[in-house]
């Protein structure tokens, strides 16, 4: 069998090692080398979702499995179920995509090297994470992926962007080791041997209540900075605020996921009780950050936290979704998974444009744009509606989906959630009054309209929300069986259904 997701891990590393070898003097055509890689990387997304059997969809397909570190137990072992693939599918949409939203951000050829050469080596470790089938495997990618992050961060943004990256790599880095420590736990609780970290030999062990609460608990920590959730969210504004926004959109828009990710298949999959055991606190938590980040998105005046924010809240509904363990939230949370990194990459593109234009992201200093540019303040609006959720929109499906199928087993949970919905109408509809409506002052009269390459950049991910907005079914095809093996794994009694 052709190794298609190694490949996919190779080709981006080994892309970014060619674009920083690459001489002075010939670096002026890095841009389209790196867009070419990425997009020969979505191509082979492509594939692998078309070749997926969506019959099979809670098996791991692609397998490829290999000897790493004998004496361990560790392997190179990569597949994908539906979650997976989505996931897969997804990093591979958005990252061609960084690459066109800043093509003109450096004029100097060596640092547009370095930031795309980044770009290339966390779209290599995104894909790998996100097939990882080996836990040691999956660890050390966790952990390898900051090092891109922290240069994307550090090296390109705005006046505080080294001060957001160490604040970045601190948060990352204690969440890392304290999963470290779960990760040497889990070892001795399993089965030993060549394969002793594969997932499929680390399922259903027997340990005692406490060893597995307390795995658990060190996984979930970190995969809840990741997320990220309330309380440990507060290195994202600062981020958002500071890095690039192309960098910021790959950042919450995918590699967050692996934050959500890490908990429908390891957390769930390998500590089913003591994740039933967690889920009323981890539920409230969820709710906190539904709430309280629709709340601080409408008081925030820069753009760029503004929909920082509103990922908290978006994030808290996903995770809602996982701890409500029912068929049709879990399955909900994964779609979210997908829309949400549509819609808020989507949102960071679109107030990047505008900061390229203006030079700043301060609402305040923007207002009556819809006149001048119609086209970019039609777009912006349907980009907003889609983080609202409006009925037709891709994010409304996943979230009607959490709420619903949460509702049997936490109701005053989807009652309080819901009230998330009303705040992003209005920290939505309040940022486009600011920013599109009112009247044009004289310094914004010759704002520049989108160009071809910015709706290049937007308008698919806009068909894609519309698509799966109409026939949602393409996405959740592949995440029933997933949904259902995880649910069956959860004691029904411990998790209150």
């Excluded at 996931?87 to 003109?104: C, D, K, R, S």
């Excluded at 959490?402 to 705040?423: D, H, M, P, Q």
Aim: with cysteine; proline share 4%.
């Amino acid at each position: 069998m052709f190794p298609i997701l190694t490949v996919m891990v190779a080709l981006p590393a080994v892309g970014a090692a060619v674009l920083w070898a690459l001489p002075s003097g010939a670096r002026e055509r890095v841009r389209e080398i790196a867009l070419g890689i990425t997009v020969l990387e979505l191509a082979l997304a492509v594939a692998l979702f078309v070749q997926f059997d969506t019959a099979a969809a809670g098996d791991i397909q692609f397998s490829e499995t290999y000897s790493w570190i004998p004496q361990i137990g560790a392997s190179w072992a990569l597949g994908v179920n539906g979650i997976g693939l989505l996931m897969v599918v997804l990093a591979a949409i958005l990252t061609p995509l960084a690459v066109l939203a800043g093509w003109w951000e450096d004029r100097d050829a060596d640092r547009r090297t370095r930031y795309l050469a980044l770009i290339l080596l966390s779209e290599a470790f995104m894909v790998g994470i996100f097939a990882a089938r080996d836990v040691f495997l999956f660890y050390v990618l966790f952990e390898a992926m900051l090092i891109p992050l922290y240069f994307l961060i550090g090296s390109f943004g705005g006046a505080q962007r080294r001060y957001a990256a160490v604040k970045f790599l601190l948060y990352s880095l204690v969440g890392g080791l304290i999963m470290l420590a779960g990760v040497v736990a889990l070892y001795f609780q399993g089965p030993g041997g060549d394969e002793a970290f594969l997932t499929d030999n680390l399922t259903d062990l027997s340990m005692s209540t406490s060893t597995e609460r307390l795995i658990f608990l060190a996984f979930f920590f970190a995969f809840a900075i990741k997320a990220p959730m309330v309380p440990v969210h507060t290195w994202l504004p600062t981020v958002a605020e500071n890095a690039r926004p192309g960098t910021t959109a790959l950042l919450v828009a995918v590699l967050d996921k692996i934050g959500t990710f890490g908990m429908l298949t390891l957390c769930v999959a390998l500590f089913p009780e003591a994740a039933a055991w967690a889920a009323p606190v981890i539920i409230v938590f969820a709710v906190i950050s539904v709430v309280y980040g629709g709340l601080l998105a409408i008081g925030q005046r820069n753009m760029l936290r503004l929909v920082s924010f509103t990922s908290v809240s978006h994030f808290g509904i996903m995770v809602l979704g996982i701890f409500a363990f029912t068929q049709t939230s879990v399955e909900g949370a994964a779609l979210y998974m997908f829309n949400h990194g549509l819609s808020t990459g989507a949102l960071f593109f679109a107030v990047g444009f505008l900061i390229h234009r203006r030079g700043t992201a301060d609402v305040t200093e923007y207002g009556g744009l819809q006149r001048v540019v119609p086209v970019f303040a039609g777009t912006f609006l349907v980009i907003g509606l889609s983080a609202l959720a409006l009925p037709g929109l891709s994010p409304f499906i996943s979230e009607i989906m959490v709420l619903v199928g949460a509702f049997s087993v936490a109701k005053a949970a989807v009652i309080v959630s819901t009230f998330g919905v009303v705040l992003a109408a209005l920290y939505v509809l309040l940022t486009y009054q600011k920013v599109f409506t009112g009247p044009v002052p004289e310094a914004r009269a010759s704002f520049r309209e989108l160009t071809r390459r910015e709706r290049v950049v937007l308008w698919p991910l806009i068909a894609l929300m519309l698509v799966l907005g109409f026939l949602p079914g393409i996405a959740i095809d592949t995440l029933s069986d997933p949904a259902a093996d995880i649910v069956a794994t959860v004691p029904v009694e411990e998790a209150g259904q």
